[in-house]
């Protein structure tokens, strides 16, 4: 597939090259499991499950368990072929169904110390533009995990680097907004990036921009934020709140930092 029919999707600790049409439509975290799914513009097209073991997973249990689910799939399949042999460190198959069905289901476990151990699934049917093999062939050659130091985070047109001692709390991920928040210990740090930074420069400063999307933010009640210089940001705490508010007496922490950068090649304003 040509360079330019991908891009690179990075989550909690997990990244991959996918389809170009294929975009985050759901996320969670429940117990330690992460979940996304990706869709095109027809159907879910990927649901992929992570965990980081807490031990060492026993690879013959693993392989035993898929090949009991897998055996119904077997059964209502026409054709099973295995996963290309360049597709290291992956076990599963391609399922050939009906009416152009295709399912591809595989686990990826690594010797690697602190390797999370992932499931996915992936779907294609007559709507499919991609051809499977090629699909999965992406996928398995450009998968990496990461899981100290810095952390790749990219989906949809965002993309950026944080400590692994934070964690997502929360997002809110529209077409010109992705708003993504995350906590370590006592800290909180919320991630905007708007889309259209051209347009938002026509209307004033980045600064004065930044500044009414944080002081509209429900993330930051007891702020006042302004621009001090056009691309700088200053704040007060407002008056309402001398002590602080619930959340800041419950974390412990009422100091800010507000701040914004320009990103031309993307023409986005994160803050």
């Given at each position: 597939?040509a360079a330019?029919?991908?891009?690179r999707?990075a989550?909690?600790?997990?990244s991959?090259?996918?389809p ?10 429940t117990r ?7 869709e095109?513009?027809a159907?879910v097209?990927?649901?992929c499950e ?6 060492a997973v026993e ?8 090949l009991d689910r897998?055996k119904?799939l077997?059964d209502l399949?026409e054709r099973?072929?295995p996963?290309?042999t360049?597709a290291?460190g992956?076990t599963g198959h391609?399922?050939?169904?009906e ?6 289901i595989a686990y990826h476990q690594?010797?690697?110390?602190g390797?999370p151990?992932?499931?996915l699934r992936?779907?294609?049917?007559a709507?499919s533009t991609e051809e499977p093999?090629a ?6 050659r450009s998968?990496q ?6 952390i790749?985070?990219a ?9 692994c001692?934070?964690r ?6 529209d077409?010109?907004r992705k708003?993504l ?14 889309s259209?930074?051209n ?5 004033g ?7 009414n999307?944080l002081?509209?933010?429900r993330?930051?009640?007891?702020l006042?934020?302004?621009?001090d210089?056009?691309?700088?940001l200053?704040w007060?705490?407002?008056r309402?709140y001398?002590?602080?508010h ?5 974390r ?7 701040g ?6 993307r023409n986005q304003?994160a803050?």
């Amino acid at each position: 597939m040509a360079a330019t029919a991908h891009h690179r999707f990075a989550w909690n600790g997990i990244s991959f090259d996918v389809p170009r049409r294929w975009e985050l439509s759901e996320h969670r975290t429940t117990r330690g499991v992460t979940r996304i799914a990706m869709e095109d513009a027809a159907a879910v097209r990927l649901e992929c499950e992570w965990l980081y073991p807490r031990r060492a997973v026993e690879v013959e249990t693993v392989r035993e368990r898929y090949l009991d689910r897998a055996k119904s799939l077997s059964d209502l399949a026409e054709r099973v072929d295995p996963l290309p042999t360049d597709a290291l460190g992956w076990t599963g198959h391609f399922y050939r169904m009906e009416e152009q069905r295709t399912l591809v289901i595989a686990y990826h476990q690594s010797v690697a110390a602190g390797a999370p151990f992932v499931f996915l699934r992936l779907h294609f049917d007559a709507t499919s533009t991609e051809e499977p093999a090629a699909a999965f062939r992406l996928l398995a050659r450009s998968f990496q995990f990461a899981n100290d130091g810095l952390i790749p985070w990219a989906c949809y047109d965002v993309s950026f680097l944080l400590d692994c001692r934070f964690r997502l709390t929360g997002s809110s991920l529209d077409a010109g907004r992705k708003h993504l928040i995350f906590g370590w210990g006592l800290r909180r740090l919320c991630l905007w990036h708007f889309s259209l930074a051209n347009l938002i420069r026509e209307r004033g400063t980045f600064a004065e921009f930044a500044a009414n999307a944080l002081n509209t933010s429900r993330s930051l009640p007891a702020l006042h934020v302004t621009a001090d210089g056009p691309e700088t940001l200053a704040w007060r705490r407002k008056r309402r709140y001398p002590i602080g508010h619930a959340e800041e007496i419950g974390r412990w922490c009422f100091r800010y930092h507000a701040g914004l950068r320009h990103l031309p090649e993307r023409n986005q304003l994160a803050v």
